[in-house]
């Protein structure tokens, strides 16, 4: 059971389920790298990018070698 005023569960701990924004379940997407393409090459920054956005619209937290090579080859990338 949760308290709702406060966003814990009944033993205590933190709900995590809820946006701590609007207090309703959260649709954003949690990023494991958040901020390291600071240190990319901006072809490196680019793949990057464009993985994590084919994650994102396709519902995906990891991708296969097909799906990574799809990417690649949306950027324009070929043999």
């Known amino acids: 059971m949760m ?11 933190p709900d995590r389920r809820m946006s701590a ?9 949690r990023r494991q790298f958040v901020g390291s393409y600071d240190k990319l090459s901006p072809a490196a920054r ?19 070698h097909e799906e ?3 990417v690649i080859l949306s950027l324009g990338y070929h043999k």
Do not use: C, V, W
């Open 3 to 13: 308290n709702e005023a406060s966003r814990e569960m009944s033993d205590g701990s």
């Open 21 to 29: 924004a609007s207090g309703t379940p959260g649709n954003e997407e």
């Open 46 to 64: 680019e793949l990057a990018l464009a993985i994590d956005n084919y994650k994102i619209a396709n519902h995906r937290r990891f991708i296969d």
């Open 68 to 70: 990574m090579l799809q």
